[in-house]
């Protein structure tokens, strides 16, 4: 499990599973903090061929969004969680698309209306996919859920929010595959399994864990 966006990870599970994947598309999904420096490579070739032969599994934890080599979340993961919300489609596309690809500005602002608009799309979305039993729909109802937390960051305690939602999305990886060991690559302020004493306001993702 890799502080990394759940998004590119569970698109990355697909891909695999359809034989569609390649190690470009992992060091993509981990993001360039880790796979851009050379001490990271040996470690990215060992867990490809690992993740390819289907001996260890990679998934996401972070909710964030507009990362340089999130290029699912960028092009693709707007018309796919937009698909599920009939009449509002186009809007929702064009509004959710202006998120994951930062496209705002002085025209286009990241305010409350639009944090709003994109709140009720999300949560049409969430209540389309959540009876469904389909993989790709639970995917796709993760991803919205996703999307829906991160909204919230710029409004409360960033990392407390952060960090509780990274925790969600373990246990919902976690509860899929019950009983195998996992291994967490995280910062130590989210790793930590205690209160910090300069930042004691924090709950970290190891306190929830």
């Known amino acids: 499990y890799f502080e990394s966006p759940v998004y590119e990870f569970l698109d990355l599970e697909e891909r695999l599973a359809a034989r569609d994947a390649s190690p470009a598309l992992l060091g993509e999904a981990v993001g360039a903090i880790w796979t851009g420096t050379r001490e990271f490579e040996p470690t990215l070739r060992w867990l490809w061929a690992q993740a390819a032969a289907g001996r260890v599994r990679v998934h996401g934890l972070d909710i964030q969004t507009g990362g340089v080599t999130q290029h699912f979340s960028a092009n693709t993961l707007p018309r796919r969680l937009a698909a599920h919300v009939g009449p509002q489609r186009d809007a929702c596309e064009d509004q959710l698309g202006r998120l994951t690809r930062w496209e705002l500005d002085a025209s ?97 993702l190891g306190m929830h864990l």
């Not at 994109?118 to 999307?147: K, W």
Request: glycine share 4%; aromatic share 6%; net charge positive.
């Open 108 to 204: 286009n602002r990241y305010d409350d209306a639009f944090r709003e608009r994109l709140r009720r799309c999300l949560t049409d979305i969430e209540h389309v996919l959540a009876t469904s039993d389909a993989e790709v729909d639970r995917a796709s109802h993760r991803m919205a859920v996703g999307l829906r937390s991160s909204l919230a960051l710029e409004a409360g305690p960033g990392f407390n929010i952060r960090d509780k939602a990274m925790a969600q999305n373990f246990m919902w990886h976690h509860a899929r595959t019950p009983g195998e060991r996992a291994i967490l690559w995280t910062s130590t302020r989210h790793a930590v399994k205690a209160t910090l004493p300069d930042h004691p306001e924090r709950i970290s």
